[in-house]
């Protein structure tokens, strides 16, 4: 059996479809699903059962001979959430238990971490898990301050053998990840996702106004990465058990705002039109121009196969998902 917590929500069930491709069997969608259509992320795939968050450790127990991996891929997400006694409560208090329990239990754990935990990247993008690296790293918001905490403390257990681990575990630090099932996150779509109906309509896309003089509007920076990429180095980890540690999840290849709202206009099949606005004074002082992905870890790991070129994977994207009835994966 394997524990997909936020398994309705965007990567989570982009995983959940790829362990059914997979031939994996007895998944367990561990969500809130709410009261519009987020459950149609999971309505394609065959599921053992739908566990409410509140009942998790219950629905573990009662099955604790039988889970082999809990993916945890629930959080609070919003890099714009204020209540900070929530997220430290979701995400770090829950990752706490989890990770005891699978230690207790002989189960995998493979998590989700965030290249929020990078701040504004001035300490870099490489994923080094050693106490004093991590130390270094400032987070600019709660969300990101929240996965980094969890972070910091496995990397304290594992190195000091604190406490006892999983037989496996690994957290992934995902970068800015795009794809099919995201339509139920509002403000934190990604913005290819944002772009497409003002592209469809006619519409200029709309991007924001650079704040910094070393980048033109527009030419923010971002290491954009596939969802299908995400899913398969998840795929990778769940085949290679003797692979722990803490991993970036992004393409190596940082890309501008701009090449991301062509390539949408592309993929739909329209001229590039595109207007910039000014940036919310909110988040200027918290704004990252530049991220980029060390992916040269996981390469050590040996994972080996390529990530999607951004182009492509935005066509997939747009022709594939978005432009259809059925955007649903």
């Known amino acids: 059996m394997i524990i997909i917590t936020g398994g ?49 450790f219950d629905y573990l127990q009662t099955h604790a001979d039988e889970i082999d991996c809990i993916f945890h891929m629930g959080a609070i997400s919003s890099t714009t959430e204020s209540d900070a006694d929530l997220i430290a409560d979701t995400n770090i208090a829950l990752s706490r238990r989890l990770w005891k329990w699978c ?17 504004d990247g001035e300490e870099g993008f490489v994923d080094d898990q050693s106490i004093d690296s991590l130390a270094k790293l400032r987070p600019l918001n709660a969300y990101g301050w929240s996965k980094h905490v969890f972070d910091r403390r496995v990397a304290r257990v594992t190195t000091e053998g604190l406490e006892s681990a999983p037989p496996q575990w690994a957290g992934l630090k995902f970068f800015n990840v795009y794809g099919p099932n995201e339509y139920h996150k509002g403000e934190q779509m990604s913005v290819v996702c944002k772009l497409y109906p003002q592209i469809v309509a006619g519409a200029a896309a709309r ?5 910094n003089p070393s980048y033109e509007d527009g030419g923010q920076l971002r290491d954009f990465v596939w969802v299908g990429d995400c899913v398969d180095v998840m795929l990778w980890l769940y085949d290679n058990k003797e692979v722990n540690g803490l991993f970036n999840v992004g393409t190596g290849k940082a890309r501008s705002f701009k090449d991301l709202a062509e390539a949408s206009f592309t993929a739909a099949g ?21 991220t980029q992905a060390d992916m040269g870890k996981l390469q050590a790991a040996g994972y080996t196969k390529a990530f999607t070129e951004l182009e492509e994977g935005i066509r997939l994207y747009i022709q594939n998902f978005m432009s259809n009835n059925d955007p649903y994966r």
């Open 270 to 290: 329209k001229e590039p039109k595109i207007n910039y606005m000014d940036m919310p004074e909110t988040l200027q002082e918290k704004y990252q121009y530049y």
């Open 207 to 211: 991007l924001f106004k650079s704040h």
């Open 103 to 119: 230690a207790r239990n002989d189960a995998r754990f493979i998590y989700a971490s965030s290249a929020a935990t990078y701040g």
């Open 8 to 56: 309705a929500g965007f990567i989570g069930s982009n995983l959940v479809a790829g362990l059914e491709e997979h031939g994996c069997k007895d998944l367990v969608v561990c969500d809130v699903l709410g009261t519009e259509d987020k459950w149609r992320n999971i309505a394609k795939r065959e599921l053992r059962d739908i566990v409410y968050p509140e009942r998790l």
